[in-house]
């Protein structure tokens, strides 16, 4: 398995780096996993093979640059570079049992109530989510973040907009997608996500769930090329003030999803639109613990840790909660 991490640096700009731990070693030729992962493409290389043809004599420190007490700093680990608009962002819910459960609880309204919505979709997917290979099966929820614009970095701040109701974690795999030129999508590799959504926006409708998704998101700090993603274990925790106030075991992977990695895939890419050529795409696939659910309200400064015990080290970001009253914003007629 591989381990790239993307880093920028004041004055020397960005470079692409593979994880010796606890070292980084910088690649000679390529400053962005984008330009790197491209001509892999044009070449038809393997991304692996190619990354370690190019490995240059030059290390960083990776304890300083993961603690922040570096000049260089952390990038998410693939982006685009050039047109973030490029960047696409989504997710896929009610993958998991336990998330189809806190979901159907936060929505169901009267004691008698037999089923969902979200508990039905869930159902679906666990009679018809993984299909034999080749075979097309029952279409996932499927959800709109934003654009590379909301993504952030390990490290860096999660915002609580001041039009929101909530901020909170969703502990998550990332899959990291880029589209050839012949318009096939090509998984580059799998990060740690904080997917981070308003969990009380969408528990006051299941119809809020859209909005309660236009959030930004964390992803890193590192790419994995070549990461299992049948059994993916891992612990999500809430510190405050130096003490760990809520943890939980995780886990995710085809072994614990009701659909397979390929059906997921297959409903992402069949648009032709999510289809276009030198776009990037990053997707969320679920969830099955966060501390909403334990009736955890993340407080300002809160960290947020993820990590998955084979994806490299943990994902950690600080909460920033607006408290100013929203601002309105006008639109103007031509």
Not at 18 to 26: H, T
Not at 307 to 331: E, K, S
């Amino acid at each position: 398995m591989l381990r790239l991490v993307q880093i920028i640096h004041p004055s020397e700009g960005r470079r692409v780096a593979v994880v010796e731990e606890p070292r980084l070693r910088l690649l000679c030729t390529y400053t962005t996993l984008y330009a790197c992962a491209n001509t892999v493409l044009e070449q038809g290389e393997r991304l692996s093979t190619f990354v370690a043809s190019d490995l240059s004599e030059a290390t960083l420190d990776y304890d300083s640059i993961y603690s922040g007490s570096s000049d260089w700093r952390l990038l998410p680990p693939f982006d685009h570079p050039e047109e973030p608009a490029r960047c696409l962002v989504s997710g896929t819910g009610l993958t998991h049992r336990k998330s189809a459960a806190n979901r159907a609880a936060m929505h169901q309204t009267r004691a008698h109530e037999e089923i969902t919505e979200s508990m039905r979709m869930y159902q679906w997917g666990a009679e018809g989510g993984r299909p034999q290979p080749g075979e097309i099966g029952a279409q996932p929820e499927w959800f709109y973040k934003g654009n590379g614009l909301i993504v952030r970095a390990c490290g860096e701040m999660l915002d609580v907009p001041d039009f929101a109701e909530d901020g909170g974690e969703e502990p998550e795999v990332v899959g990291v997608y880029l589209v050839g030129k012949n318009a096939q999508p090509y998984r580059v590799g799998f990060a740690i996500g904080n997917e981070f959504s308003d969990h009380i926006l969408e528990r006051k409708s299941y119809l809020y769930l859209a909005p309660s998704k236009l959030r930004v998101c964390a992803m890193g700090p590192e790419l994995l090329v070549d990461a299992p993603f049948d059994h993916v274990s891992g612990t999500v925790r809430v510190e405050r003030a130096g003490q760990t106030v809520w943890s939980h075991d995780i886990t995710t992977g085809e072994d614990y999803m009701v659909h397979t990695l390929a059906n997921l895939e297959y409903h992402h890419f069949k648009y032709p639109a999510h289809r276009r050529p030198g776009d990037v795409h990053l997707h969320f696939f679920g969830a099955d613990a966060f501390s909403f659910g334990a009736g955890i309200a993340l407080e300002e400064g809160d960290i947020m840790e993820v990590a998955w015990t084979p994806y490299g080290r943990p994902l950690r970001n600080p909460v920033h909660i607006d408290r100013t009253p929203p601002h309105y914003v006008a639109v103007k007629p031509l």
